[in-house]
């Protein structure tokens, strides 16, 4: 079992930034563990479907961005502290959202909610005008 658990997100006004972290865990987790699951974030705002955002390989060395967040976001991995941060650029009014980090144990990339196994409960990111 893997609990995942977002900080960072806020209140920010348009062109700021802000770095989300998602700190991964288990009763057996570890480095080793955490450097087996493909990892990734989505975003939710209301009244929409939930949406891709970033993946990041299992050894980190593969990312893979939606296209709206091309050269805004950035998507890294520490797996020695068992974390996935999202550092977001440029934000715009657009951008707020829930933001939810997720692990697949079966894809190292994945852009569909169907592929992730496991789910953190989501930090709020709202960008004013």
């Known amino acids: 079992q893997v609990q995942l658990e977002e900080s960072g997100g806020g209140l920010v006004q348009a062109g700021g930034s802000l770095r989300l972290s998602c700190a991964a865990s288990?009763?057996?987790?570890?480095?080793?563990?955490?450097?087996?699951?493909?990892m990734g974030w989505f975003r939710q705002a209301p009244g929409k479907e939930r949406e891709f955002v970033a993946a990041?390989?299992?050894?980190?060395?593969?990312?893979y961005y939606a296209d709206t967040m091309k050269g805004r976001f950035t998507i890294s991995r520490d797996n020695a502290k068992n974390t996935v941060y999202l550092q977001m650029n440029s934000l715009k009014p657009e951008d707020t959202a829930v933001y939810y980090c997720?692990?697949?144990?079966?894809?190292?990339?994945?852009?569909?909610?169907?592929?992730?196994?496991?789910w953190g409960q989501g930090t709020q990111v709202t960008v004013s005008s």
């Open positions: 997720t692990a697949s144990s079966t894809k190292s990339i994945a852009t569909t909610t169907g592929e992730y196994d496991y």
């Open positions: 288990g009763r057996t987790f570890s480095s080793y563990v955490m450097s087996s699951y493909g």
């Open positions: 990041i390989s299992r050894g980190g060395g593969s990312t």
